[in-house]
């Protein structure tokens, strides 16, 4: 059975920090890719940042310079380090794995940056 456990979302000052964390486990196969989505009220889903299984990484252009996507390839966990949050940041953030046959979507963590 696929699980993807994701947690550190929570309420954060404008300016603040936060780490994300999602472990996947029981997906049969390499994975393609992993990383973060993320859907605000009213808003469609959007790329966050994932990072592919050669390393390359790629950011949502609103994200970049602040957020930091890493990878723990042994424990099969990716890690979005959020810095320098911003109002705007609030949302529920999915965890995406893409793997050979399909992909998975976490349950959600929510992320809310107070100005």
């Known amino acids: 059975q696929v699980q993807l456990v994701e947690s550190g979302g929570g309420l954060v000052q404008a300016g603040g920090s936060l780490r994300l964390s999602c472990a996947a486990s029981?997906?049969?196969?390499?994975?393609?890719?992993i990383g973060w989505y993320r859907q605000a009220p009213g808003k469609q889903r959007e790329l966050v940042a994932r990072?592919?299984?050669?390393?390359?990484?790629n950011y949502a252009d609103s994200v970049k310079g602040r957020f930091t996507i890493s990878r723990d390839n042994a424990k099969n966990t990716v890690y979005l380090r959020m810095n320098s949050l911003k109002p705007e940041d609030t949302a529920v953030y999915y965890c995406?794995?893409?793997?050979?046959?399909?992909?998975?979507w976490g349950q959600g963590t929510q992320v809310t940056v107070s100005s």
């Open positions: 029981g997906i049969i196969g390499s994975i393609n890719a």
């Open positions: 995406n794995v893409v793997g050979i046959q399909r992909e998975y």
């Open positions: 990072i592919f299984s050669g390393g390359r990484t």
